[in-house]
Nanobody, 115 residues
Framework: QVQLVESGGGLVQAGGSLRLSCAAS????????MAWYRQAPGKQRELVAT???????NYVGSVKGRFTISRDNAKNTVYLQMSSLKPEDTGVYYC?????????WGQGTQVTVSS
């Protein structure tokens, strides 16, 4: 079993920045890819960014150049640095990983960007 705990959400004005953290605990030895998803009110959950253990990254187009995903393998922690935030970035942000055959989600952290 893996437990994921997010932190760092909050309320920020448009153009501001936030840094999310997700700490993994439990059976973390099998973790490779970690990711951030988000879900806006009334919308489906969408993938925001992924990072492999070797730190290869991918981003959804709408956040490229504004968000940076990183990880500290020694701390089993993944981060999402969000800059130039827009109101459309508002939503609950979830940390995700998988260790075959199970997937794991954090409880989510709210990010609200005011215009």
């Amino acid at each position: 079993q893996v437990q994921l705990v997010e932190s760092g959400g909050g309320l920020v004005q448009a153009g501001g920045s936030l840094r999310l953290s997700c700490a993994a605990s439990g059976s973390t030895g099998g973790i490779n890819t970690m990711a951030w998803y988000r879900q806006a009110p009334g919308k489906q959950r969408e993938l925001v960014a992924t990072i492999t253990r070797s730190e290869n990254t991918n981003y959804v187009g709408s956040v490229k150049g504004r968000f940076t995903i990183s990880r500290d393998n020694a701390k089993n922690t993944v981060y999402l640095q969000m800059s130039s935030l827009k109101p459309e970035d508002t939503g609950v942000y979830y940390c995700y990983t998988y260790v075959y055959p199970k997937v794991y989600w954090g409880q989510g952290t709210q990010v609200t960007v005011s215009s």
